[in-house]
């Protein structure tokens, strides 16, 4: 896998955990707290599909095995970031709930207290529902930085398994580079052997047919003596 996609989905796994918790925060603030947060998180959702742009492009530039695992990844962080935008487009309508619920305590009829006990509820199922889908994000967020973590010590692991590796064929080559220096000392050894072996069998050969003529010589001399 890409160093530079893992760092960047690192930086999206932590921007989009810190959005959520943002989003549920500012569920609990009112007025100006509340537009300051909501300002912040919408400077972050910037910042994701940023970090999502530059995720498609070094996918899209990998081998096509990788790059299809990676733009699988990929399509899951574009809808969290698509629900993140939808959260906050919730919080914001809240603001708007807000503003009628006031305008109905204002009027203080019957039909407004109904309308306003409607709003409450639609008020608590909906910040109940937001809760959760932020609780659940979270989780999903948590469960893919660890799975970044735990791909990236896989990684080193098996980096390191590599080297390991790499040092035992090296020290394996160095000792069979030893053996054959050694192999070929002793063939040396062993050719000069033979040579001065072949030099002494060839000498031998020329002392034994000198002596063989000499006796031939002599032989033919005494028969000559004798029979003259």
Not at 214 to 220: Q, T, Y
């Amino acid at each position: 896998m890409s160093d530079v996609f893992e760092r960047y989905e690192r930086q999206y796994c932590e921007l989009s955990a810190n959005l959520s918790k943002k989003c549920t925060s500012a569920t609990l603030l009112d007025g100006e707290q509340k537009k300051q947060k909501v300002s912040e998180i919408k400077a972050g959702l910037d910042e994701a599909e940023s970090l999502i742009r530059k995720m498609d492009l070094e996918a899209r530039s990998l081998q096509p095995n990788v790059k299809a695992v990676l733009l699988a990844k990929l399509r899951e962080y574009k809808s969290d970031a698509n629900n993140l935008k939808a959260e906050v487009k919730r919080i914001t309508s809240t603001n708007l709930n807000q503003a009628a619920r006031d305008d109905l305590l204002e009027s203080g009829t019957a039909d407004a207290l109904t309308c306003l006990f409607e709003i409450d509820f639609e008020y608590q199922l909906d910040q109940r529902a937001r809760l959760m889908m932020s609780t659940e994000r979270i989780n999903k967020t948590s469960d893919r930085v660890r799975e970044s973590r735990r791909t990236m010590l896989e990684t080193e692991e098996l980096g390191v398994s590599i080297l390991q590796d790499l040092h035992q064929q090296r020290q394996s080559l160095l000792h069979a580079n030893t053996t054959l220096h050694g192999v070929d000392d002793s063939i040396s050894r062993s050719k000069k052997i033979l040579t001065n072996m072949s030099r002494r069998m060839n000498k031998n050969k020329w002392i034994i047919g000198s002596i063989i003529a000499v006796l031939v010589i002599a032989i033919a001399l005494i028969l000559y003596f004798k029979l003259k």
